[in-house]
């Protein structure tokens, strides 16, 4: 016997079954596309297999390198002066200060002034070398001044006075540059050792060493 169903029941069944299929396909299309699965993804940065990995250092290594010692960074002239290399006498002279601050310098300069302004520098220097010989010798006095002032020595002096210099003049800065290049050694002298000189114009024929001839002087010890 055939079982015969009415018609709206079949109907019913088959949209039944339409509705539940059509219910579970969007939610597995929602659930395959999650967006948290994008969103990880995106959260993570992505290095390259050959980037250079760099590693900070430790607090106290960096602490350490940026101290720098004090003796390094305090400012010591007469280490600069001595340790400084010129390649010509005309730029050590250059780098000097034409301020007079010392007594001996003062007295050391004056010399160079009247006794070989407008020679060489090379000149002036063997000048200024003749009397800080002198203060070493254990023959002369033992300071700049002394030496300078002793009677009988270096006629500009009288009474045992220095004469008055127009400090505005080139040539007096110049014999103060070239008296701290030889006060501070930093060029060696044309006259070495010497402990006398005198111009080329007299003779005085003391019978000691000559050591050089420089400019219009003429050197002995």
Not at 140 to 158: I, L, M, T
Request: charged share 20%; with cysteine; aromatic share 8%.
């Amino acid at each position: 016997m055939k079982l015969r169903f009415p018609t709206a029941t079949i109907a019913a069944v088959t949209f039944f079954a339409s509705l539940a299929a059509g219910m579970t396909s969007p939610v597995l299309a929602e659930e395959t596309a999650s967006p948290t699965i994008v969103t990880n993804l995106r959260a993570t940065p992505m290095v390259p297999a050959n980037a250079p990995v760099r590693f900070a250092p430790p607090a106290e290594v960096v602490q350490t390198l940026s101290v720098v010692p004090a003796e390094l960074t305090a400012a010591d002239d007469s280490v600069t002066d001595s340790t400084t290399d010129f390649s010509t006498l005309d730029a050590a002279v250059a780098a000097q200060s034409a301020a007079i601050d010392d007594e001996e310098l003062n007295c050391l300069a004056v010399s160079i002034y009247f006794e070989s302004k407008g020679e060489p520098l090379a000149g002036q220097l063997a000048v200024a070398d003749v009397i800080l010989n002198r203060t070493t010798s254990g023959r002369f006095p033992s300071s700049v001044c002394s030496v300078v002032k002793q009677p009988g020595q270096f006629s500009f002096v009288k009474g045992g006075r220095l004469p008055d210099i127009d400090t505005s003049r080139r040539a007096w800065k110049t014999a103060v540059a070239v008296a701290r290049v030889a006060t501070k050694d930093l060029w060696q002298s044309p006259a070495k050792n010497a402990l006398y000189f005198h111009a080329r114009h007299v003779s005085p024929n003391w019978g000691k060493a000559r050591v050089a001839s420089v400019g219009n002087h003429i050197f002995y010890r």
